[in-house]
Nanobody
Framework: QVQLVESGGGLVQAGGSLRLSCAAS????????MGWFRQTPGKEREFVAAISWSGGRTNFADSVKGRATISRDNAKNTVYLQMNKLKPEDTAVYYCAAKEDYYSDYVNAWGQGTQVTVSS
């Protein structure tokens, strides 16, 4: 089972940028499709972005499309989420996720989350 650790969260002003990283343990990272989700208190965890195991396929939530980029480095067992033009509504805990099936709702492993706070 892969284990995930996010980093890179913090406080940023609206309009700014942030890059989140998710480091995975284990030698099977390249087999997993990876995703980013976010959650605010009292709300369901929502999808943000996904990238296939090869990096050849990506998807984004409408709310971040055009402002976010997801990438991965299989040699470093790391997936990244670059967020630009941040808005206060992007404030959330961001979670990294590993999925064997790109299109399935089932997540094989979650990270512990990293807080992103965007001030207006």
């Amino acid at each position: 089972q892969v284990q995930l650790v996010e980093s890179g969260g913090g406080l940023v002003q609206a309009g700014g940028s942030l890059r989140l990283s998710c480091a995975a343990s284990g030698r099977t990272f390249s087999r997993y499709n990876m995703g980013w989700f976010r959650q605010t208190p009292g709300k369901e965890r929502e999808f943000v972005a996904a990238i296939s195991w090869s990096g050849g396929r990506t998807n984004f939530a409408d709310s971040v499309k055009g402002r976010a980029t997801i990438s991965r480095d299989n040699a470093k067992n790391t997936v990244y989420l670059q967020m630009n033009k941040l808005k206060p509504e992007d404030t959330a805990v961001y979670y990294c996720a590993a999925k064997e099936d790109y299109y399935s709702d089932y997540v094989n492993a979650w990270g512990q989350g990293t807080q992103v706070t965007v001030s207006s």
